[in-house]
Each structure stands twice: as structure tokens, then as C-alpha cells.
């Protein structure tokens, strides 16, 4: 049998769709990081992981904090957020609940219940902080270090205080942040008027890198803070393309259905 296509043109359009399709079609994301902190009087380790589609964003947090011996606290949750039906499922693994919020009724327990979120800018705090930037070394490194799998470079940002401490980050600019992400985060920040709670796992590690001459997408593979009070260690451990949902994310049929968590 032989196949005779007597329009090129029309072929030629129909491939030029095609390819356009694919350029705009966004591949489902996985990302897999580990934090670890230790401080005076404690320390504290834990996982995120998160899937994202196109029109959902699933998370998983599992953490462990330990204060003296008094306390030990472990806490394993996640969310999923869709948008395709505008609800937001909220899981406690650990007692084996889920209960189904839509938007509204999310974003209003949300401003009733506030879990933590990120601190308010201070103006008084900024201009002191403009004030002492000459006690602030900044070094970007131009050598290329592989680390947790990725190219990366090193910046160091030495803060030469009466309390002498030290951000050190290594960064991907071979390895970009998804469009698939980008996008999630965008319908994140619109949904909750710019302020992403963050118990929702997107707050972590926004560095402005476009103001030292970097990527505005470059990935934060490791970012170490270290002081006189502790350490803080932020690793992302991987940042792949995964067609199908990993079994973490998934509910049980074992867990309960309630009203509320």
C-alpha cells in the first residue's frame, strides 16, 4: 500500500503543530530534598518530596524535631492541590486522615489558622542591613563542582560581624527549574495573593539570583548556613522528569475521610 500526500504544504502544517505541541507540553516533574539542622539546644531532619503535573501539585513532608529531651516531634504530611477541580486534599500519614477542602474553604482555614509562614520584611531591619554591607564578602566561584549528581558552582557569602557566620550555595545554571514548576508556583502565588503558606513546601531557597549576573532559574542544589548558633543544611537530592505518580503521593484505602484537619 502506498501512501501519496498530494499537499506538502498541508503536511509541513501539520508537523509545524505538532512540534509547537510539544514545546508547550509540559512533562510531569519529580523533586526529591533533605534538610538538616543542629542548634544549641536540639537539631532537626527531614524530607520534601513533590510531584507536579500541569494542573496538580502533590507534597510530602516527613520531619523529625528533637529539643533536649523533652521533646520529639515527627510530623509526616502532604497536600495535594488541584486545579482542575479547584480543591486541596490535606493528609496526615501518621494518624491516617485525609480531609478534601476546596479553595474557598482552604484559604479561609488558612487565615485562621496560620502555620508559621515567612518573616515580615522589616524596613528598619533592611536599612540596618544596607548599612552594614562592606562587612559583607560575597565570592562566586567560576569552577565547575559536581554535586548530588548536578554541574554546579559555589557561592560563598562571609557576613564579618561581631558574630562571624557564613551562607555557602552551589547552584545549577546546566540545570534550569521546570516550566512545569514555574507555572505550579505562578498559580500558587495568585491563589493566595502572592504569600504561598509555608507548610506548602514552595518558600524554601528563593535566592535572587539574577543580581549577581545568574540565571534566574538556576537551581539551588545545596544551600549551608553556619553560625555560632547551629547549622542549617538544605540539600535537593533530584530534579527529574517522571510520567507517573509515585506511590508516596497516593492515599490509601486504608486512611479515613474526615471534615477537617
Known amino acids: 500500500m502506498k501512501l501519496v500526500y498530494n499537499n506538502p504544504f498541508k503536511l509541513f502544517f ?19 530534598e533533605s534538610l538538616n539542622g543542629s542548634f544549641s539546644q536540639g537539631k532537626m531532619e527531614g524530607s520534601v518530596n513533590k510531584f507536579f503535573t500541569q494542573d496538580t501539585y502533590y507534597l510530602r513532608s516527613n520531619f523529625n524535631v528533637k529539643i533536649l529531651r523533652l521533646f520529639n516531634i515527627k510530623r509526616d504530611e502532604g497536600y495535594i492541590i488541584s486545579f482542575s477541580d479547584s480543591t486541596v486534599t490535606k493528609i496526615n500519614h501518621k494518624k ?4 478534601v477542602y476546596t479553595f474557598n474553604e482552604f484559604l479561609e482555614e488558612s487565615k485562621n489558622n ?46 564579618n560581624d561581631e558574630e ?25 502565588k495568585e491563589m493566595f495573593n502572592g504569600s504561598i503558606p509555608p507548610n506548602l513546601g514552595m518558600n524554601a531557597m528563593d535566592i535572587p539570583y539574577d543580581e549577581y549576573d545568574i540565571n534566574t532559574n538556576a537551581l539551588t542544589i545545596k544551600f549551608e548556613a553556619i553560625s555560632e548558633n ?27 475521610k474526615v471534615k477537617k484537619l
Open 96 to 99: 491516617k486522615r485525609f480531609a
Open 114 to 159: 496560620p502555620q508559621g509562614g515567612p518573616p515580615q520584611e522589616d524596613k528598619e531591619d533592611d536599612n540596618e542591613s544596607n548599612s552594614d554591607e562592606e562587612d559583607v564578602t560575597i565570592n562566586i566561584s567560576k569552577e565547575i563542582e559536581i554535586l548530588n549528581d548536578f554541574k554546579t558552582r559555589k557561592a560563598e557569602i562571609i557576613m
Open 230 to 256: 547551629g547549622t542549617f543544611t538544605y540539600n535537593l537530592l533530584g530534579y527529574l522528569e517522571q510520567n507517573l505518580l509515585p506511590e508516596i503521593f497516593k492515599i490509601s484505602e486504608k486512611y479515613k
Open 164 to 188: 562571624e557566620s557564613g551562607l555557602f550555595i552551589w547552584f545549577s545554571e546546566t540545570t534550569l527549574k521546570s516550566q512545569t514548576e514555574l507555572i505550579i508556583n505562578k498559580k500558587l
Open 14 to 32: 501539520i508537523l509545524f503543530l505538532c512540534i509547537i505541541d510539544n514545546a508547550y507540553s509540559q512533562s510531569n516533574l519529580l523533586i526529591n
